[in-house]
Nanobody
């Protein structure tokens, strides 16, 4: 049974940092690229960052470049999203996605003073 479980979300002040984790199970994690998406209230789900199965290549949406870093640990079956210099517009539910079509349940990130 495929499972993707996100954690690490919460309330943070503008300029702060959070690290999201997505623990994977039920499939060969090292064989698949992984993505992070986010969805803000009233908006469509947006692709935030991608990473290849080996971790050798990453990409980011323009609004997070230089602030967010996606990484993975294939020994731990986990993908991460390090988020620095957070802004109120980063407030959203963040989802991890395994690139064969499986979603996590999401974790809320709220950036507010």
């Amino acid at each position: 049974q495929v499972q993707l479980v996100e954690s690490g979300g919460g309330l943070v002040q503008p300029g702060g940092s959070l690290r999201l984790s997505c623990a994977a199970s039920g499939f060969t994690f090292s064989s698949y690229g992984m993505n992070w998406y986010r969805q803000a209230p009233g908006k469509e789900r947006e692709l935030v960052a991608t990473i290849t199965n080996s971790g050798g290549s990453t990409s980011y949406t323009d609004s997070v470049k230089g602030r967010f870093t996606i990484s993975r640990d294939n020994a731990k079956n986990t993908v991460y999203l390090q988020m620095n210099s957070l802004k109120p517009e980063d407030t959203a539910v963040y989802y991890c996605y395994a690139r064969f079509g499986s979603w996590g349940q999401g974790t809320q990130v709220t950036v507010s003073s």
